[in-house]
């Protein structure tokens, strides 16, 4: 929809199509020139924030899995490591690995839905997953084949896909049949193959030229790339454990948004989610997702946001090989959760939801009971940098008309899959100009 | 053909979030569907209708239930049948829906790739209140057996 006068113009979009959820995206322009940009979106975290309060630490994995459909097991995981840390209970290494698996799981399922079924269609100049499926079956297949694999392996671990029910606290409340775990390793190799065909295939659309110059942060481990666990690292020199990054992030209130924006002390943006893990940790991809790097041309680090599809891509590449590794090596845990003693504290859990870093604070009291509780999403994290993005995008394309424009801008925020649905419910695009 | 014949599947689902009140309409109606009738599966509580690929494939019919705000009163049930619908606007729409693709869309998504249910059947459950919460308000909640009720008869209807 196209408002306006010579020198200053409207455009609503009714939804931003491919987005997970809702939301509203305006942008003004005045003489010419982008004046504001803002991403609005609404914001559950801060209602289950409040909902867990009273409740029981126990419940916290149950309970935030039901902030999202699409990352249910990335809440589990840092509700689970939260409250471990308030309780200072220490997980064996082969409940470690069980969640990795799971959450490998997760990321393939959400990388393949985001590749195929969002991302891609901008490229391809389809108007969606179903015209490119009318026009390309073979590959929304392969696409769709990926992602029950991912459900598989959620279902297999998670006891379900949707709201995994097997996490607790401590672990998991039973160890998966070895028979059952060992099933999943033809799966996973025919996704591997099938990962590795996407990286090729995505590395082959035509990116618009744009560098983005964001401050990355992601999760990083010394010796692998990181899902579940590790300190918080950034591309300008922090390195800091999750409660340090915690007491870092800065929220503040925007009117025009129940979301809360995050920055760090200071009023540094940053950006997490696969482009900011890729650049703070290509050199712990398993060989054949860095061979599939470098055949696509991804240097060492990817700083055109609509190449993310790439980065993506490689991820799939890293989660499948993964995921095949933790299926050979697995035995069951025994106990397959560790006991959790409540005491009165504070804790801190983060780890790499597909869309980046999501964090969890909680303060217990000595009856394991909430007393405060902060969620901190990855698109709450990356708002300002998605919003940096659009303004410098819609600048660079005020040529264009209105609907193209308003295509573009959309295009921008998917470059970093906002998990929206986090949130609530239709992404509106106001252009004033 | 019974609703428990072995070689007829059936699927349900509940789209919706029970933490934004009358929105859980949808997965309170499946899950006291599955509960009546053993053979049929519930796929549910979805977040998306995107999350039915892979989950309603090949299936004889998929009832999926939703809630809607068309401006009826609270709790009516209204039922359409997608294939007489899809592709124009459907009047009184069931526009609060939180998902980004269309359910027409992923139905005809699945049926380029071959492998979309026969026959879906949409029921809609009038909400009320959409904001942040649990619990059903109670028109919606008092409808909660009969929409139930009622999908177990097209269950019983779809030959």
């Known amino acids: ?433 | 053909m019974s609703p428990t014949d072995p070689a007829r599947r059936v699927v349900v689902a509940g789209m919706g979030n029970e933490y934004r009140r009358d929105d859980g309409a949808g997965p309170a109606v499946a899950g006291r569907v599955a509960a009546r009738l053993e053979a049929v599966v519930d796929l549910g509580p979805l977040a998306d209708p995107l999350d039915l690929l892979g989950r309603w494939d090949d299936a004889d019919l998929a009832v999926v239930v939703d809630a809607v705000r068309t401006g009826a009163p609270p709790g009516t049930v209204a039922v359409v049948d997608l294939d007489e619908v899809a592709g124009r606007p459907v009047a009184g729409a069931p526009v609060t829906s939180s998902h980004g693709i269309g359910l027409d869309r992923v139905l005809r998504l699945a049926r380029a790739v071959g492998n979309g249910p026969r026959r879906v059947l949409v029921v809609g459950v009038e909400g009320d209140d959409f904001g942040d919460g649990l619990g059903l308000t109670p028109a919606v909640a008092r409808a909660v057996d009969d929409a139930a009720r009622r999908v177990a008869e097209l269950i019983e209807e779809d030959r």
């Open chain 1, 1 to 433: 929809m196209t408002h306006g006068s010579a020198r200053r113009r409207t455009v609503d979009v009714e939804g931003i199509a491919r987005v997970e959820g809702e939301g509203s995206l305006h942008i003004d322009v005045h003489d010419g020139v982008v004046a504001d940009v803002s991403l609005s979106i609404f914001e559950p975290p801060r209602f289950f924030e409040a909902l867990l309060v009273g409740r029981r630490a126990a419940e916290t994995p149950d309970i935030t899995a039901r902030i999202c459909g699409i990352c249910p097991v990335a809440y589990q995981m840092s509700a689970c490591a939260a409250i471990e840390d308030a309780c200072g209970t220490t997980v064996s290494e082969g409940i470690w690995d069980l969640r990795r698996l799971l959450y490998c799981g997760e990321w393939i399922e959400s990388h393949a839905l985001h590749i195929y079924l969002l991302h891609a269609p901008d490229f391809l100049g389809c108007a969606d997953a179903v015209e490119l499926a009318e026009h390309d079956r073979a590959v929304v297949e392969r696409g769709l084949a990926l992602k029950r694999t991912g459900n598989l392996v959620m279902e297999t671990v998670g006891g379900r896909a949707i709201h995994p029910v097997n996490v607790r606290v401590g672990g998991f409340y039973s160890a998966p049949d070895p028979a059952a775990v060992a099933a999943l390793a033809e799966p996973l190799r025919r996704a591997l193959d099938a990962a590795l065909a996407t990286v090729e295939w995505v590395s082959g659309f035509d990116f618009p030229d744009f560098q983005a110059d964001h401050r990355f942060v992601a999760l990083h481990h010394p010796d692998r790339y990181p899902i579940e666990s590790g300190r918080v690292g950034s591309s300008d020199g922090l390195d800091v454990s999750a409660s340090g990054f915690a007491d870092l992030v800065v929220e503040e209130h925007v009117a025009r948004s129940t979301a809360l924006h995050a920055r760090l002390e200071g009023g540094l943006d940053y950006l997490t989610g696969p482009m900011a893990r890729y650049a703070l940790n290509a050199g712990r991809l398993p060989g054949v997702a860095r061979q599939a790097a470098a055949a696509a041309g991804l240097g060492p680090v990817c700083t055109n946001p609509f190449k993310s599809i790439v980065v993506r891509a490689v991820e799939l590449v890293f989660a499948c090989h993964e995921a095949l590794r933790l299926v050979e090596a697995y035995e069951p845990p025994d106990p397959p959760a560790a006991a959790v003693l409540p005491r009165a504290g504070e804790g801190t859990g983060a780890t790499e939801a597909p869309r980046g870093l999501l964090f969890h604070r909680y303060r217990i009291d000595a009856d394991g009971v909430i007393e405060t509780a902060r969620i901190v999403p990855p698109t709450s994290q990356n708002q300002r940098a998605i919003e940096a993005d659009l303004r410098r995008v819609a600048q660079g394309s005020l040529d264009l008309p209105d609907d193209a424009l308003a295509w573009r801008c959309e295009q921008a925020v998917r470059n970093h899959d906002p998990c929206i649905s986090c949130a609530a419910h239709f992404l509106d695009v106001t252009v004033d100009r």
